[in-house]
Structures are given as structure tokens and as C-alpha cells.
């Protein structure tokens, strides 16, 4: 009689082993995922309750916490920076048009140019600038000059608006394509280019909110409509979960910015947070040149 051996059944994947296995690193990816984005909160609260007493936007320096710590692919962080707007933003633009304190003219001249290059600095970031060193140098640029200006003082504007007709649709084209390309919308960059262009203050600023909010909800389609037409969607459009995570701690920073912000003197803060915002950028400079 032949003898015959019984060779062991190789492990299938409904065996208990590797249903252990696929639980544990189920539950692992699930924990990873619901810390990033209690950090994402978190770090949204601190960095709104910093700059919203200083006048800036906490959008600016989200982008770099996206991609250096949470981890975030590019060019997926630029969208999800919008999305950041979308959730910080519409609550001041409320209570600025309640009050009526949004000057309808200013305001459409200034989308007349955000809005084409909000689309032309998405798409360019969604299809070309999408690399690692691209968004660096993104960051670099944007965040050098804005340093600069916080650390030197905020300059005082002329006595009679200059800006305005096509030199500030011009203006704003730009600063669009530049908020496209970084995620901020553009109206962290408009409000002090109104600024210095002459305008004041009270009617840049909720000029500046509204155009952020309406050119985000553009960026964001323009990312989404790029993600659709490619291979791995996730590295493209927005992370709409750490999106609303963070858009839900600037809400709260922001508040907590305003109410108790006043205590800190502003010109104080304004020149820390300025060395901040250039250490970050001088970081990423060097990673550019590198």
C-alpha cells in the first residue's frame, strides 16, 4: 500500500490568522486616521488663535503643517486648504453682509480677476506644479514676502484709493493664480494689497473674506474636476474629512483669536508670528535649493 503524505492546507484569507491580522491592521489604519485629524484640529486652533489678532489668515500656515506633519500628498493639501475657507470664512462674511459692510463694487471687481486665476493657479498646481519640490518653492514664495511685511509693520496706505478699474482686476488675477497654487483663496494677500493700494481697512477686509469664500468654492471644483479625469484621485482632490477637522478648530481659534487676542499688543504679535513665517519659509527654501 502506497503510502501517502497530506501536505498542510495553505493559510486562505478567511483563516482565523488572517482575519486577526486584517482586523489589527484595520483597526491601526482607523486610529492613525482619527489622529490626524484631532492633530489637525488642534494645530487649526492654535495657528487661527495666533494669526486672527495679527490679521492673517490661519490658511497660510496650514498648508506647510499639511504636508510636513500630517502627512498630507500633494497636491491634494491645496485643495483641502480651501476647504479650511470654506468652513472659517463664512460666518464673518455673514455678519459682515448683516451689518452691510460689503462693498458690492469693490467686491465683483476684485472676482473679475481672483476668479480666473483661482482656475488658472488650480489647475496648474492640480496638472504641472505638483511635486514635492514644487509646492516648496510655493511655500517659499508666498510665505518669504508675507514675513517680510509682518516683520517691517504693516505700511501706511495712501491718503486717496489709487488701486482700482483694471489695475486692481489686474492685481487680483494675480494674487488668484497665487492663492490657486498655495490654497489660501487669495483674499490673505488682497486685503493687504487693498491696503496699500489706499483703500481702508474696513472695506478691504470684508471685500477680501467674501472673494476668499467664493474663489475657494471654485478651487476646490477645479481640484475635484482634475481628480475625476485621473488614475489616483486621493493624491489630487481635497481630504475633505481633515478639511472640516481643521476648518472646525480655525473656528474655534479664530473666536478664541478675537475675543482674547485683544490682551497681546499687535505689533508685538504681528513681528513673532512674522519670524515665524519666515523661519518656515527659509526652511523650505533651503529644501528648494537642496
Known amino acids: 500500500m502506497a503510502l501517502t503524505m497530506r501536505m498542510p492546507r495553505p493559510a486562505t484569507d478567511r483563516s482565523p490568522g488572517c482575519v486577526a491580522a486584517r482586523r489589527r491592521a484595520s483597526f491601526g489604519a482607523y486610529r492613525a486616521r482619527v489622529l490626524t485629524l484631532l492633530a489637525g484640529a488642534l494645530i487649526a486652533l492654535v495657528v487661527a488663535a495666533v494669526t486672527t489678532p495679527a490679521g492673517v489668515s490661519g490658511a497660510v500656515l496650514l498648508l506647510p503643517v499639511q504636508v510636513g506633519i500630517l502627512g498630507v500628498p500633494s497636491p491634494a493639501a491645496t485643495p483641502t486648504n480651501l476647504l479650511y475657507n470654506l468652513i472659517a470664512t463664512p460666518g464673518p462674511v455673514a455678519r459682515h453682509a448683516r451689518q452691510g459692510e460689503i462693498p458690492r463694487a469693490l467686491t465683483l471687481l476684485m ?14 498646481r492640480a496638472t504641472v506644479l505638483d511635486s514635492p519640490r514644487a509646492v516648496a518653492g510655493i511655500i517659499a514664495l508666498v ?10 509693520g504693516r505700511p501706511a496706505p495712501p491718503v486717496t484709493p489709487r488701486l482700482g478699474g483694471p489695475a486692481l482686476v489686474a492685481v487680483a488675477a494675480g494674487v488668484g493664480v497665487v492663492g490657486g497654487l498655495y490654497g489660501i483663496g487669495g483674499g490673505a494677500l488682497l486685503a493687504p494689497a487693498l491696503v496699500m493700494g489706499g483703500h481702508a481697512i474696513r472695506r478691504a477686509a470684508p471685500a477680501a473674506l467674501t472673494v476668499t469664500l ?8 477645479v481640484f475635484e474636476a482634475v481628480a475625476l479625469a ?4 486621493d493624491t489630487v482632490g481635497p481630504d475633505w474629512a481633515l478639511g472640516l477637522a481643521m476648518g472646525a478648530g480655525g ?24 519670524v515665524v513665517v519666515l523661519a518656515v519659509a527659509l526652511r523650505y527654501g533651503a529644501a528648494l535649493v537642496s
Open 111 to 124: 472676482l473679475a480677476g481672483t476668479l480666473p486665476g483661482v482656475v488658472a493657479g488650480a489647475l496648474l
Open 143 to 152: 510665505l518669504l514676502p508675507l514675513g517680510v511685511l509682518l516683520v517691517s
Open 214 to 221: 467664493v474663489t475657494s468654492v471654485a478651487g476646490i471644483a
Open 230 to 233: 485621473t488614475a489616483d484621485p
Open 251 to 274: 473656528l474655534v481659534g479664530g473666536y478664541l483669536g478675537a475675543r482674547y487676542g485683544r490682551r497681546v499688543p499687535e505689533r508685538a504679535l504681528r513681528r513673532v508670528l512674522g
